[in-house]
């Protein structure tokens, strides 16, 4: 498309078409652009247009058609391989939109917006290490955009690259003085780098402005170095919402994650027969379901994300599950109801365990069991202590097993695992209790 000429009469009607579009004037658009397709059947800024009026018109497949329609007619031509890039992502169909970006990237090398686009079609993708090395090469050639920027920081954060995370926020706030989002980012890099003058500063600064805000309250405290009892939903439910689609690859085959299998043989040797009813708490993608396969009883998920669950029930092995608080199932949910009950790496997130216990007890059925997994707090370390680097909980076992037993579990087996799973290169240590309730006396 090198050759269009900016003011011939042609360009200037397709300008025209363009700003109906943008201005929701979609008949008008669509008419004359029928007009000028006919005129000039090949020419892609036609196609092009197309796939504005299209999305516009909330037609997604649409623009698709028209985005390959115009990159066929032109495939050299990076702003319709970026157009069509930007809308496989939407779709979801990632493999193909990567594809499509590296090419327009690689048609203008030096274009900040292609860069920039490029680089948000990666985050998409979750190619976090793609879209990093795209972002910082586009703000090489534009500094000054403070958008990409923050993006840019978010980016680093969440592949938990906190110090340089930490230099791309101080330099949207150098900009911006006020900027939300970047004071935020700023306060979770200084909570997970262990700087404890600058996560309080900043703590101090947002509960003067959110005093009520449950999430600001929890960040407030562990920036005071406290161990808030447990973690507000919202906490969880911003890491898990964004995880569900991956969860099962990187934790089971990335992180060697065999909790739920080592459950499911458990729960299986107590039941040959498969015939119980088990309530899963935080059943995630519902990886215990698929360990233990269709069981003679309802299987009941309960989960705060609806993507875990999304993920969890395309199994068909659960009978229904519950997004809500485990902490309210516990609570809600009637005596004597379940054969067994797991709650498997949701602990961590949960924290204090004393509404925990004694309602999982009430709940299960004479000679029932409760299997959940903790990970470890060393016996000289506090019953409950908060990793700020994970941001999960770890539990002390013999207060584990104390707080069961003084609950009324009859037999309570404590299985420590050298290995939950594996956290930056180490195996993360941790326990599973299997805790029995006493069966019915005659
Ligand atoms: C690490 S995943 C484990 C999932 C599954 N149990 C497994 O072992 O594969 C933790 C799950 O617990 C859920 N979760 C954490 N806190 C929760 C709460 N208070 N109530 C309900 N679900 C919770 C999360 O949404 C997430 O799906």
Redesign the pocket.
Known sequence: MSQTIPNDPFTQELQRIGQWIAAGQLQEAAQALNAAQERFPRDARIALLGVRLADKAGNLRGALQAARRAVALEPGWHVAVMELAVLLARQQEYKEALAQARHAVALQPRSAQVLRLAAAVANQAEDLEQAIIWAKTSLQLAPDDIELRLGLAGMLSKKQQYAEAKQAYEAVLQAQPNQGEALWGLLMCAIHLKDEDEAKRLADIFIIRFPDDERVRYWHAVAHGQTPA??P?SV??D??DDY?HR?DLH?VRGLQ?K??QRAAEILLAQYPDRRFNLL?????????GVYLGPIQGFMIG????EP?IAQAARHNLYARFHQ????D?LRDTPADHYEAI?????L???GDLTPVIPNALRILKPGGCFIF?CETAAEDEADLVLRTGSNRYAHKASAVERACREAGFGDVQIEPLEALRMEGGQPLPGFLVTARKPAATA
């Open positions: 447990t973690q939903t969880v439910g890491l898990f569900a969860f934790l994650y909790v739920p899963d708490l935080g059943c995630g993608t519902g990886l215990l309960v989960d705060l994300s875990m809500v608080n485990l902490l199932a797991a709650c498997l790496d949701a961590v997130y949960v997994s």
